[in-house]
Protein backbone atom coordinates (compact mmCIF):
# COMPACT_ATOMS: atom_id res chain seq x y z
CA UNK A 1 0.00 0.00 0.00
CA UNK A 2 1.43 3.48 -0.78
CA UNK A 3 2.13 5.65 2.28
CA UNK A 4 1.90 9.51 1.60
CA UNK A 5 0.93 10.28 4.89
CA UNK A 6 2.60 8.47 7.56
CA UNK A 7 6.32 8.74 7.25
CA UNK A 8 6.32 12.52 6.73
CA UNK A 9 4.31 12.06 10.85
CA UNK A 10 6.38 9.90 11.89
CA UNK A 11 9.48 12.20 10.74
CA UNK A 12 7.45 15.24 12.27
CA UNK A 13 7.27 13.15 15.07
CA UNK A 14 10.92 12.52 15.56
CA UNK A 15 11.49 16.18 14.78
CA UNK A 16 9.56 17.06 18.05
CA UNK A 17 11.38 14.60 20.15
CA UNK A 18 14.61 16.16 19.30
CA UNK A 19 13.76 19.50 19.52
CA UNK A 20 12.47 18.76 23.02
CA UNK A 21 15.31 16.43 23.83
CA UNK A 22 13.06 13.73 25.08
CA UNK A 23 14.87 11.03 26.57
CA UNK A 24 13.60 8.09 25.20
CA UNK A 25 14.36 4.74 26.65
CA UNK A 26 12.70 1.91 24.36
CA UNK A 27 13.35 -2.01 24.91
CA UNK A 28 12.34 -5.02 23.30
CA UNK A 29 11.70 -3.65 19.55
CA UNK A 30 13.07 -6.23 18.66
CA UNK A 31 9.98 -8.60 19.96
CA UNK A 32 7.84 -6.51 16.96
CA UNK A 33 7.84 -8.74 14.00
CA UNK A 34 9.36 -7.43 10.96
CA UNK A 35 6.61 -9.09 8.52
CA UNK A 36 3.21 -10.86 9.54
CA UNK A 37 0.47 -9.51 11.31
CA UNK A 38 0.73 -8.44 15.41
CA UNK A 39 -1.67 -7.04 17.95
CA UNK A 40 0.41 -4.09 20.03
CA UNK A 41 -1.41 -3.86 23.17
CA UNK A 42 -0.62 -0.74 25.49
CA UNK A 43 -1.42 0.70 28.89
CA UNK A 44 -2.72 3.78 28.68
CA UNK A 45 -1.48 7.09 30.29
CA UNK A 46 -1.44 10.09 27.95
CA UNK A 47 -3.09 11.69 24.92
CA UNK A 48 0.10 10.96 23.37
CA UNK A 49 0.27 7.01 24.14
CA UNK A 50 -0.10 6.35 20.04
CA UNK A 51 2.89 8.71 19.35
CA UNK A 52 5.55 6.37 21.65
CA UNK A 53 3.53 2.78 21.03
CA UNK A 54 4.05 3.02 17.51
CA UNK A 55 7.48 4.17 18.32
CA UNK A 56 8.06 0.58 19.47
CA UNK A 57 7.91 -0.43 16.22
CA UNK A 58 10.09 1.41 14.42
CA UNK A 59 13.44 -0.54 14.80
CA UNK A 60 11.37 -3.08 12.95
CA UNK A 61 10.33 -0.92 10.22
CA UNK A 62 6.68 -1.31 10.82
CA UNK A 63 3.49 0.91 10.55
CA UNK A 64 0.70 0.58 13.41
CA UNK A 65 -2.76 0.95 12.63
CA UNK A 66 -4.27 2.11 15.89
CA UNK A 67 -7.77 1.91 16.84
CA UNK A 68 -9.64 4.81 18.02
CA UNK A 69 -12.67 6.76 18.81
CA UNK A 70 -14.54 7.64 15.46
CA UNK A 71 -14.99 11.54 16.97
CA UNK A 72 -10.84 11.45 16.28
CA UNK A 73 -11.28 11.08 12.73
CA UNK A 74 -14.52 13.31 12.13
CA UNK A 75 -12.05 16.20 12.96
CA UNK A 76 -10.80 18.72 10.46
CA UNK A 77 -7.52 18.72 11.36
CA UNK A 78 -6.84 15.11 13.14
CA UNK A 79 -9.47 13.42 10.67
CA UNK A 80 -7.32 13.37 7.49
CA UNK A 81 -4.40 12.45 8.99
CA UNK A 82 -5.90 9.40 11.09
CA UNK A 83 -7.06 8.49 7.44
CA UNK A 84 -4.25 9.10 5.65
CA UNK A 85 -2.00 6.89 8.30
CA UNK A 86 -4.78 4.37 7.53
CA UNK A 87 -5.73 3.77 11.51
CA UNK A 88 -9.19 1.82 12.03
CA UNK A 89 -12.07 4.20 13.25
CA UNK A 90 -14.33 2.68 16.32
CA UNK A 91 -17.86 3.65 17.03
CA UNK A 92 -18.46 2.21 20.45
CA UNK A 93 -22.18 1.60 19.73
CA UNK A 94 -21.60 -0.28 16.93
CA UNK A 95 -17.68 -1.93 17.24
CA UNK A 96 -18.38 -5.33 15.41
CA UNK A 97 -17.32 -3.36 12.00
CA UNK A 98 -14.33 -1.84 13.64
CA UNK A 99 -13.48 -5.21 14.93
CA UNK A 100 -13.97 -6.98 11.36
CA UNK A 101 -11.55 -4.03 9.89
CA UNK A 102 -8.83 -4.80 12.72
CA UNK A 103 -8.87 -8.34 12.04
CA UNK A 104 -9.26 -8.21 8.17
CA UNK A 105 -5.79 -5.64 8.46
CA UNK A 106 -4.09 -8.54 10.74
CA UNK A 107 -4.56 -10.98 8.55
CA UNK A 108 -3.31 -8.18 5.55
CA UNK A 109 0.01 -8.68 7.74
CA UNK A 110 -0.19 -5.44 9.45
CA UNK A 111 0.35 -4.52 12.64
CA UNK A 112 -2.55 -3.30 15.16
CA UNK A 113 -2.65 -0.91 17.87
CA UNK A 114 -4.78 -1.09 20.94
CA UNK A 115 -5.22 0.41 24.06
CA UNK A 116 -7.50 -2.61 25.96
CA UNK A 117 -8.01 -0.55 29.01
CA UNK A 118 -9.97 1.87 26.66
CA UNK A 119 -9.67 5.11 28.48
CA UNK A 120 -6.61 6.84 30.01
CA UNK A 121 -6.09 5.73 33.57
CA UNK A 122 -6.02 8.19 35.96
CA UNK A 123 -4.02 6.38 38.38
CA UNK A 124 -1.15 5.29 36.77
CA UNK A 125 -1.82 2.00 37.07
CA UNK A 126 -3.66 -0.62 34.48
CA UNK A 127 -7.50 -0.76 34.49
CA UNK A 128 -9.10 -3.96 34.12
CA UNK A 129 -9.11 -4.89 30.11
CA UNK A 130 -11.36 -5.39 27.34
CA UNK A 131 -10.72 -8.62 25.70
CA UNK A 132 -10.74 -7.27 22.72
CA UNK A 133 -7.50 -7.24 21.54
CA UNK A 134 -6.83 -11.24 22.86
CA UNK A 135 -10.16 -11.81 20.61
CA UNK A 136 -8.17 -10.24 17.25
CA UNK A 137 -5.06 -11.99 17.97
CA UNK A 138 -6.60 -14.93 18.11
CA UNK A 139 -9.17 -14.82 15.39
CA UNK A 140 -6.51 -13.74 13.54
CA UNK A 141 -3.88 -16.09 14.55
CA UNK A 142 -1.03 -13.37 15.25
CA UNK A 143 0.93 -12.81 18.05
CA UNK A 144 -0.28 -9.79 20.94
CA UNK A 145 2.89 -8.09 22.55
CA UNK A 146 2.28 -5.86 25.51
CA UNK A 147 3.90 -2.54 25.55
CA UNK A 148 4.20 -0.23 28.54
CA UNK A 149 4.31 3.32 28.38
CA UNK A 150 6.07 5.62 31.49
CA UNK A 151 6.40 9.16 31.07
CA UNK A 152 3.74 10.23 28.70
CA UNK A 153 1.48 11.34 31.45
CA UNK A 154 3.58 14.67 32.12
CA UNK A 155 3.28 15.60 28.90
CA UNK A 156 -0.46 15.61 28.58
CA UNK A 157 -3.05 13.45 30.61
CA UNK A 158 -6.78 13.39 31.66
CA UNK A 159 -7.43 15.85 34.64
CA UNK A 160 -4.14 17.96 33.57
CA UNK A 161 -3.17 20.84 31.46
CA UNK A 162 -0.75 20.33 28.19
CA UNK A 163 2.65 20.64 28.15
CA UNK A 164 3.78 19.95 25.05
CA UNK A 165 6.44 21.71 25.30
CA UNK A 166 8.11 20.27 28.57
CA UNK A 167 12.02 19.76 27.58
CA UNK A 168 14.37 16.21 28.63
CA UNK A 169 11.38 14.49 29.81
CA UNK A 170 12.45 10.41 30.37
CA UNK A 171 9.87 8.58 28.36
CA UNK A 172 10.45 4.65 28.88
CA UNK A 173 9.19 2.06 25.84
CA UNK A 174 9.16 -1.22 26.93
CA UNK A 175 7.61 -3.95 24.64
CA UNK A 176 7.20 -7.53 25.82
CA UNK A 177 7.87 -11.14 23.95
CA UNK A 178 4.81 -11.97 21.55
CA UNK A 179 2.08 -13.98 23.38
CA UNK A 180 0.93 -17.00 21.25
CA UNK A 181 -2.45 -16.81 21.04
CA UNK A 182 -2.70 -20.96 20.65
CA UNK A 183 -1.23 -21.24 24.17
CA UNK A 184 -4.47 -19.76 25.86
CA UNK A 185 -8.02 -21.55 25.94
CA UNK A 186 -10.27 -18.19 25.73
CA UNK A 187 -9.72 -14.52 25.17
CA UNK A 188 -10.71 -14.07 28.82
CA UNK A 189 -7.89 -16.43 29.88
CA UNK A 190 -5.37 -14.60 27.16
CA UNK A 191 -6.54 -11.26 28.18
CA UNK A 192 -5.61 -12.16 32.39
CA UNK A 193 -2.30 -13.03 31.17
CA UNK A 194 -2.28 -10.14 29.26
CA UNK A 195 -2.96 -7.69 31.99
CA UNK A 196 -0.70 -9.65 34.38
CA UNK A 197 2.48 -8.88 31.70
CA UNK A 198 1.26 -5.44 30.73
CA UNK A 199 1.77 -4.70 34.96
CA UNK A 200 5.11 -6.34 35.19
CA UNK A 201 6.11 -4.01 32.36
CA UNK A 202 4.48 -0.85 33.84
CA UNK A 203 5.83 -1.58 37.33
CA UNK A 204 9.15 -2.14 35.75
CA UNK A 205 9.00 1.10 33.66
CA UNK A 206 8.15 3.16 36.96
CA UNK A 207 11.50 1.59 39.11
CA UNK A 208 13.61 2.47 36.38
CA UNK A 209 12.20 5.57 35.76
CA UNK A 210 15.67 8.11 36.11
CA UNK A 211 13.34 10.74 37.78
CA UNK A 212 11.16 11.42 40.56
CA UNK A 213 9.11 13.88 41.46
CA UNK A 214 10.65 17.08 42.35
CA UNK A 215 8.41 17.74 45.29
CA UNK A 216 4.37 17.42 46.83
CA UNK A 217 3.16 20.03 44.49
CA UNK A 218 4.91 17.56 41.36
CA UNK A 219 3.37 14.44 42.45
CA UNK A 220 0.82 14.34 40.54
CA UNK A 221 2.20 11.92 37.81
CA UNK A 222 3.04 9.18 40.57
CA UNK A 223 1.01 6.37 41.52
CA UNK A 224 -0.84 6.65 44.97
CA UNK A 225 1.03 3.38 45.84
CA UNK A 226 4.69 4.58 45.05
CA UNK A 227 3.81 7.88 47.28
CA UNK A 228 2.42 9.90 44.91
CA UNK A 229 -0.51 12.13 44.54
CA UNK A 230 -2.49 10.24 41.78
CA UNK A 231 -6.25 9.28 42.81
CA UNK A 232 -6.14 5.38 43.68
CA UNK A 233 -7.34 2.87 41.52
CA UNK A 234 -10.58 3.17 43.35
CA UNK A 235 -10.57 6.83 43.54
CA UNK A 236 -10.05 7.04 39.22
CA UNK A 237 -12.32 4.51 39.04
CA UNK A 238 -15.08 6.87 40.68
CA UNK A 239 -13.87 9.93 39.10
CA UNK A 240 -14.47 7.76 35.45
CA UNK A 241 -18.17 6.85 36.48
CA UNK A 242 -18.89 10.55 37.53
CA UNK A 243 -17.42 11.42 34.20
CA UNK A 244 -19.92 9.34 32.62
CA UNK A 245 -22.72 10.79 34.49
CA UNK A 246 -22.23 14.54 33.12
CA UNK A 247 -21.38 13.20 30.15
CA UNK A 248 -24.70 11.63 29.81
CA UNK A 249 -26.70 14.08 31.68
CA UNK A 250 -25.25 17.18 29.14
Known sequence: MSELVYPPVITAAKTMFRILDLRLDVRGSHHVPRTGGAVLASNH????????????????????????KDAVFRHKISGPLMRGMKHI?????????SYATAVSALRRG????????????????????KNGAARMAQE??????????????????????????????????????????????DANAMT???????????????R???????????????????????????????LDRAGRRTSSAS
Open 45 to 68: VSYLDFIFCGYGAHESRRLVRFMA
Open 89 to 97: PVNRSAGAG
Open 110 to 129: EVVGVFPEATISRSFTVKDL
Open 140 to 185: AGVPLLPVALWGTQRLWTKGRPRTLTRRHTPITILVGEPMDPAEHP
Open 192 to 206: AALRSRLTALVDQAQ
Open 208 to 238: DYPEQPAGPDDAWWQPAHLGGSAPTPEQAAE
